[in-house]
């Protein structure tokens, strides 16, 4: 007696087409949901994509304390004379700050603006000496802005930034802190600090830092400026939106940073949490894309030659 071939149904075999599909079609709609609205599981597939991607090899040397000290193709330049046409910027903050962004700029005034870093004075280019990071920045594009407005004839870029810094490592006696009181004393003489450009916050929203704690810690950090004799008005960024799911503009250190703005002493530089929108973005969804460099910077530009420009 010989067994029977087992055959599906020819209805079987077509239910189980419509079944999957029906399976794919929701699948692919879900996906195009989660992607427009940054919802699950988005995040975690970038999370997954950043852990499996090969590390880049690093091209330039850094410090301990991972700031970059040195890069191929830097260009030394004599540092000049101090002079109330040049301003010196301070940049402190995280990432957005430092050299984290899609595209590496030149400054199109080589010989007007420059990146100091340990006692030299280099044509500023991303990555600027004394940041973290080898990518791109704003700083260079916003030093243009400011020649090319006739705000200032030269630009000094004091680069110190470092990427995913909580504001509570530059308040007094943090690591940060330090670091940056160390840098400003060794400035040449007489170059005086004349814009503070303070870009940092994601680190908190995401650390969930209270809206008290975020204040008091960036209030210690302006004592200690002024007690190194940095009086220069500080330029401060909104800056709280870094790719994470269950992002809302309302949140505790946003909410600290609106607070911190009191047009006397503290300004508001950017909010690119509300100015940048996807595409101003790189694909993690955090750090500047070209159009995001170029937004930041004439924001910032902006905020400088209207405080300059007043009474």
């Known amino acids: 007696m010989t067994a029977k071939r087992f055959r599906p149904r020819a209805g079987a075999t077509i239910r189980l087409a419509l079944l999957l599909a029906v399976t794919f079609v929701c699948a692919y709609l879900f996906g195009l949901y989660s992607y427009a609205r940054e919802v699950w599981p988005v995040e975690i597939v970038r999370q997954l994509k950043r852990w499996t991607d090969p590390p880049r090899a690093a091209v330039g ?36 700050a430092a050299n984290a ?41 916003l030093a243009d802005d400011l020649i090319a407005a006739g705000t200032y004839r030269g630009v000094i870029i004091v680069a110190a930034a470092h990427g995913g810094s909580p ?76 790719g994470r799911a269950g992002w809302t503009a309302d949140n505790p250190t946003a909410n600290a940073q609106r607070a911190t703005i009191d047009n006397r002493r503290v300004f508001l530089g950017v909010d690119t949490d509300a100015l940048l929108g996807t595409a101003d973005r790189r694909e993690d969804k955090c750090h500047l894309s070209e159009s995001g460099q170029t937004k930041t910077a004439a924001a910032y530009a902006q905020a400088i030659k209207a405080y300059r420009r007043s009474p």
């Open 61 to 96: 040397r850094y410090d301990p304390s991972q700031r970059l000290i040195a890069y191929p193709g830097k260009t030394e330049v004599a540092c000049p004379a101090p002079a109330g046409t040049t301003a010196v910027i301070l940049a402190i903050g995280q990432s957005n």
């Open 167 to 242: 504001v509570s490592r530059w308040r007094r006696n943090g690591d940060l802190n330090q670091r940056l009181l160390s840098t400003l004393k060794a400035l040449p003489p007489g170059y005086k600090v004349t814009e503070v450009v303070w870009h940092q916050g994601e680190a908190d929203f995401e650390l969930k830092t209270s809206a008290d704690l975020y204040t008091a810690s960036f209030n210690s950090l302006v004592e200690t400026l002024r007690e190194s004799g940095v009086d220069a008005p500080i330029f401060a960024a909104i800056a709280t939106r870094c």
């Open 101 to 141: 962004a899609a595209k590496k700029v030149a400054t199109r005034y080589p010989d007007r603006v420059l990146n100091y870093f340990d006692g030299k004075c280099y044509v500023a280019a991303s990555p600027l000496l004394g940041a973290s990071g080898e990518d791109g920045e704003f700083l260079t594009l």
